[in-house]
T-cell receptor
Framework: SQQGEEDPQALSIQEGENATMNCSYKTSINNLQWYRQNSGRGLVHLILIRSNEREKHSGRLRVTLDTSKKSSSLLITASRAADTASYFC???????????FGQGTTLQVKP | ETGVTQSPTHLIKTRGQQVTLRCSSQ?????VSWYQQALGQGPQFIFQYYREEENGRGNFPPRFSGLQFPNYSSELNVNALELDDSALYLC????????????????FGAGTRLSVL
């Protein structure tokens, strides 16, 4: 079963706008990760945030984590058409590397 | 592009048949995890292999089995295929499970799309 829910399920924006995706999860975690998937291909790791961190940045990506609410958000700033993809949050309940994925948000960035 | 390769890329089988999917892990990685991704869903964890031993299993029946070889490549075998087994099967390699969080990052192959008719 999936760990949690992602919101929204689909998002369509214009190039240059910001995109925000939210993820909620159910159990305690060691870390939370975001992955991107293009057209049903393999997933690409974007960013990892540890359970004791609240915010992390990587280039145009900003991730927040609220363990009290069991939720995370991914912000992509100044979006580009190449950002069009599905985005998944994945939680790691322990350090074993076993990931539990959400259902994903499909992002479309229109040129 | 990660260094993880999967074969074949596409496969069509009929119900009741058996299938073997293969994965070569990224250089330096000794852990391989397999995921099943149904259309429109997130990947679901099948099992993980670490140093040729199964190191955890998700909620999948025993007809899903695996192997890891001394070179850390891996196979996923599915017996008695059912229509619901149609999915994208993803292999991911990572560093050994341990206390370093960075070892949790997984590097995925492009997947094998299995269609069961």
């Amino acid at each position: 079963s999936q760990q949690g829910e992602e919101d929204p399920q689909a998002l369509s924006i214009q190039e240059g706008e910001n995109a925000t995706m939210n993820c909620s999860y159910k159990t305690s975690i060691n870390n939370l990760q975001w992955y991107r998937q293009n057209s049903g291909r393999g997933l690409v790791h974007l960013i990892l945030i540890r359970s004791n961190e609240r915010e992390k940045h990587s280039g145009r990506l900003r991730v927040t984590l609220d363990t009290s609410k069991k939720s995370s958000s991914l912000l992509i700033t100044a979006s580009r058409a190449a950002d069009t993809a599905s985005y998944f949050c994945a939680t790691a309940p322990s350090n074993t590397g076993k990931l539990i994925f959400g259902q994903g948000t499909t992002l479309q960035v229109k040129p | 592009e990660t260094g993880v390769t999967q074969s074949p890329t596409h496969l069509i089988k009929t119900r009741g048949q058996q299938v073997t999917l293969r994965c070569s892990s990224q250089s330096g990685h000794n852990t391989v995890s397999w995921y099943q991704q149904a259309l429109g869903q997130g990947p679901q964890f099948i099992f993980q292999y670490y140093r040729e031993e199964e190191n955890g299993r998700g909620n999948f029946p025993p007809r899903f089995s695996g192997l890891q070889f001394p070179n850390y490549s891996s196979e996923l075998n599915v017996n008695a295929l059912e229509l619901d087994d149609s999915a994208l099967y993803l292999c991911a390699s990572s560093l050994s499970p341990g206390t370093r969080v960075a070892k949790n990052i997984q590097y995925f192959g492009a997947g094998t799309r299995l269609s069961v008719l």
